[in-house]
């Protein structure tokens, strides 16, 4: 598949959510079509992308890298989506993060060049297949995270089976008691280093760790935390310098998730005898939310003083299926459409059918409830009697990452809700 028609594929009504008697077009063409949401030219329920926030977005994010002197990775496993990609290289990113080699492949075909597997990688059929592409790819850097022996060993294994093969280039992973992967202090972390520098199968670019699991949203409790953390990695990176365990004349400095970015960003250049390169690997920041991430740049904003920083562009509309009782609405919407793993969809506004007038709903309108294809709405302000089937509601959600996933499609609109482009994902 060429990169044009990577990018722009055809998308036709098997997709969800896309106009049902429309023929199938390029995603290049959907912004022509003059469809409106509001409107009712698409089928509901439909996740939908504001594209003037989105931009802001990407700039606000790029900004903020910029001014802390640090490369932008963002995690791509947020949307997996090639026209997202392009826009946050096109708008200065360092490079792609993902999870997986599936991942690195589609993030590869999108045009990324340098691409970190923030993941532990060392089964056979993985290695195999970042050596395939490092093979096919002129200049393209992939870099994954080490963090055992036993990986280590798993990874030289493959190695000797396979002599032509490039090196691995590798981030040393620094964890935190009681969390997920990574070295857990010091001396482990300079013994597995040592055996990186040593093995013929291995380059040992850098040292990475994730701290956005244990983040909180309050200051107090968030910000020890992260200099706790950072300062490990810190003293990590200045003992591997000193023992010159580091290839290459760049070392690769990396943490940041979408949460508590700000408090580790200072920590990310620390002084050597050789260039570094600092990298946040945030992702969610593209559409950001109305639940966790908005709390926790509430957190931010506070700290840095940034004002309003990033913004929520990412909904999920439906309409109004059943009032089968007093203070209930049935939204012909559910798990399969939108984020429900950390906190329940947030109700943003409401349309009454027929109309394009968006009213903001009141604070007491609760989604208490989530079925695969049916969300209960909960209301006591007298407005919420007057909700009449067939009139849309927008969602807010909590975690873009889970509701990316059940779209195979999404249409970016303008503030009015007219359909001006459109994204494909490929999970």
């Keep these: 598949m060429s990169l044009q028609s990577f990018l722009d594929p055809l998308i036709d009504a098997s997709y969800k959510g896309f106009p049902h008697h429309s023929q199938p077009l390029r995603r290049s063409q959907i912004g022509a079509q003059g469809w409106n949401m509001l409107r009712g030219d698409l089928p509901l329920p439909l996740a939908v992308i504001k594209r003037d926030v989105m931009q802001h977005n990407l700039a606000w994010m790029q900004g903020f890298a910029k001014s802390h002197g640090l490369g932008l990775a963002p995690h791509g496993k947020t949307s997996m989506s090639p026209q997202l990609f392009r826009q946050q290289l ?65 990874i030289e294994d493959w190695y000797q ?15 935190v ?18 055996r990186l520098h ?21 200051t107090e409790q968030d910000q020890p935390y992260a200099r706790r953390l950072m300062e490990l990695v810190q003293a990590v990176v200045k003992a591997c310098d000193e023992q010159d365990l580091f290839d290459g004349n760049e070392v690769l400095v990396s943490a940041g998730g979408s949460a508590i970015f700000d408090l580790v960003a200072s920590y ?21 939310d109305q639940g966790t991430y908005k709390r926790m740049m509430s957190a931010v904003a506070a700290r840095t003083g940034c004002g309003a920083g ?40 409401v349309c009454r059918r027929g109309t394009r007038t968006l009213r903001a709903t009141p604070a007491d309108w609760k989604i208490t409830g989530l079925n695969d294809q049916h969300a209960h709405l ?43 482009d459109a994204i494909v994902t490929f999970f």
């Design 161 to 175: 089976k396979h002599p032509t093969a490039h090196a691995f280039e590798v981030l040393l992973e620094i964890g």
């Design 310 to 349: 990033l913004q929520a562009a990412l909904e999920v509309w439906a309409r109004v299926q059943s009032c089968p009782e007093p203070g209930l609405a049935i939204l012909a919407v559910g798990k399969r459409d939108l984020s429900y793993d950390w906190e329940m969809p947030i109700p943003l506004a």
């Design 90 to 154: 096109d708008a200065g990113a360092w490079g792609l993060t993902f999870a997986t080699v599936t991942q690195l492949r589609v993030g590869i075909a999108a045009g990324a060049r340098r691409c970190l597997i923030a993941n532990q990688v060392f089964a056979d059929v993985d290695l195999q297949g970042i050596d395939d592409l490092l093979r096919g790819q002129d200049g393209l850097r992939v870099i994954f995270l080490v963090d055992s022996l036993g990986q280590l060993g798993l």
């Design 268 to 288: 990310l250049t620390p002084a050597l005898g050789r260039r570094v390169q600092g990298l946040l690997r945030s992702g969610c920041y593209v559409t950001h």
């Design 378 to 420: 909960r209301g006591t302000d007298p407005r919420f009697e007057a909700l009449q089937v067939g009139d849309l509601v927008g969602l807010g959600i909590s975690h873009p990452c889970t509701t990316f996933d059940k779209w195979r499609w999404m249409p970016l609109v303008d503030s009015d809700y007219n359909v001006c």
């Design 198 to 218: 040593a093995s013929p199968a291995i380059r040992l670019a850098g040292v990475e760790c994730y701290e956005g699991l244990a983040a909180t949203g309050q």
């Design 177 to 194: 008691p009681g969390g997920r992967a990574g070295c857990r202090h010091i001396t482990q972390a300079l013994e597995l280093a040592g």
